[in-house]
């Protein structure tokens, strides 16, 4: 399929072909979309959503990659990236409204700024404040399920609604989004007064304790798999002698087992595989089916 059209309605410079999504993923793997689109605006995302709906492109979207393994033979047909080009925010009063594509670690840092409380838990997670929305984002005992008021969002039709916090039905790390499949556009987050020392403290505390605990030198996507009920994914896979073991370029993290690392030149197929085998190997050995956490996209 050629894109010529899609360029002209957008800028160019915000329809790529043939882009690799290695470069737009913190696991730094994912082999080319077909087109990836750029958008800026509603509106942008309004005519590419139109576009694929048009022609039966097969569509997927994504923010800012943290919590994605992309297939190493990529995406076919329209991929939207809801990342650096979607952004912006303002404050008024207690609320934060944030664009999908602005960065959590944006809307902490604007938050403390303004001496408002509740952001700080978001410190360090490298996502979108869109994608923490569809995932339920959270650390250190909070989750955005704690802030968030409402969503805008719009459907493959093109058809806008506000969901309430009750409507976006919120569970460990999942949102009515998974299912509605919709396109979240921004985010309305209530905070509340806080002396601005103290929000720093617990900023400074928190980046330390992923400093301590976190692989956060190699590429990753995060904790690979939810919590089963009754253990910490981490400890039970140290606990069972994983760490270090590796699969071609992709390892279990040393420092954090939870945790897989892109040690140079992995592939998806090799993430794809390890998490496979700690997948086998603990239902083998401890009786647990272990879930994935992070999202898989596109061909393997
Ligand atoms: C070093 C590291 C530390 C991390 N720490 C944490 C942590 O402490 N807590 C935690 O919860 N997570 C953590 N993560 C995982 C990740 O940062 C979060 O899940 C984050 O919220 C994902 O946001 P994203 O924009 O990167 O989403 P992406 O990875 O781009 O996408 C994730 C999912 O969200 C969907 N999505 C993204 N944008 C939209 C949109 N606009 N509309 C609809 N759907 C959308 C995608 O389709 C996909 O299914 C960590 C990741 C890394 C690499």
Redesign the pocket.
Known sequence: MAYSELKNWLAADKVLENEPLKNH???HIGGPADCLVLPATPDDVALTLRYSRDRNAPL?????????LVGDKGIRGIT????GR?TGWEIRKNVLEAR??TA?NICAEAAARNALGGME?AE?????????????????GR??KDVVEEAE?VDGDGNRKIYTKEEMDFSY?RSC??ASG????RVKIRLYNENPRMIRERMKELAQL?QNR???GY?????VFRRPAGYFTGKLLEEMGLKGYRVGGAQVSEKHAG?IINTGGATAADVRKLIADIKAKVMEERGVELET???M?GEF
């Open positions: 993923t913190t696991f997927f979207f994504f923010g800012l990659g943290s919590n994605l939207i990236k809801m990342g979607f999908a594509g959590l838990f360090g997670i490298p996502g979108s404040v869109a994608g923490a929305v569809f995932m339920n984002a959270g650390a250190y989750e955005m969002a790390r989004f998974t919709d396109l979240i556009l992923r976190q692989p956060l590429p990753s996507a995060g904790s945790f956490e992070i999202k996209a």
